[in-house]
């Protein structure tokens, strides 16, 4: 168990629709990083918040917003979803050596 | 040419034999690197860390880092059929942390009774 929870495993929804996706970090972890992975593209780097403040954008869309909250927990939002969109997301934690503690994943099916 | 080159696989290979799996960079700014085993529908799960250039080993796992040819391997001795899974590699540079962590898309090892 690497300490970093996701809600909810697994949702299933309609193109054009609204998603969001929940994420606490490690006790203690004030980072929270997204990551997207589908089958073709890999693990790709969508965003990092650090303490509540945005530090980082990778390949995240417009349709795709993020924030974190007092509290370090993080929600990914995702609207206008596409089918294109269906994929593993994933946040985790930094731990002191850089290296990532990931959760469990969001799996989005959009339908 | 991708920053990070890893052969999806599938490799597939008899119980009890030694894994060798191996990832190619292109940025010689990268100085931390990580293997990352990842079972069907979980998350990546944090194997091994190596700092720079070297050898590091944990139980039946050891990591090798090449900067000078910009290659990392990881090999698994007596491999077992827990093993069958998603190896990915990972790697950063110092200061990059922002960014997290640059990935290969892994290799799909399946290990055979």
């Known amino acids: 168990d690497s300490g970093v929870t996701q809600t909810p495993k697994h949702l299933i929804t309609a193109t054009g629709q609204r998603v969001t996706l929940r994420c606490s970090p490690r006790?203690?972890?004030?980072?929270v990083y997204w990551y997207q992975q589908s089958l073709d593209q890999g693990l790709q780097f969508l965003i990092h918040?650090?303490?509540?403040?945005?530090?980082a954008k990778g390949n995240i869309l417009e349709r795709f917003s993020a924030q974190q909250f007092p509290d370090l927990h993080s929600e990914l939002n995702l609207s206008s979803l596409e089918l294109g969109d269906s994929a593993l997301y994933f946040c985790?934690?930094?731990?002191?050596?850089?290296?990532?503690?990931f959760g469990e994943g969001s799996r989005l099916t959009v339908l | 040419q991708k920053e990070v080159e890893q052969d999806p696989g599938p490799l597939s290979v008899p119980e009890g034999a030694i894994v060798s799996l191996n990832c190619t960079y292109s940025?010689?700014?990268?100085?931390?690197f990580m293997w990352y085993r990842q079972y069907s529908r979980k998350g990546p799960e944090l194997l091994m860390y190596?700092?720079?250039?070297g050898n590091k080993e944990d139980g039946r796992f050891t990591a090798q880092v090449d900067k000078s040819s910009k290659y990392i391997s990881l090999f698994i001795r007596d491999s077992q059929p827990s093993d069958s899974a998603t190896y990915l590699c990972?790697?950063?540079?110092?200061?990059?942390?922002?960014?997290?962590?640059?990935f290969g898309k892994g290799t799909h090892l399946i290990i055979q009774p």
């Open positions: 985790a934690s930094r731990g002191m050596a850089g290296e990532l503690f």
């Open positions: 006790s203690g972890d004030l980072s």
């Open positions: 918040y650090y303490n509540g403040e945005e530090r």
């Open positions: 940025n010689s700014a990268f100085q931390y």
């Open positions: 190596t700092y720079s250039s």
């Open positions: 990972a790697m950063s540079a110092p200061g990059g942390g922002a960014d997290g962590l640059t």
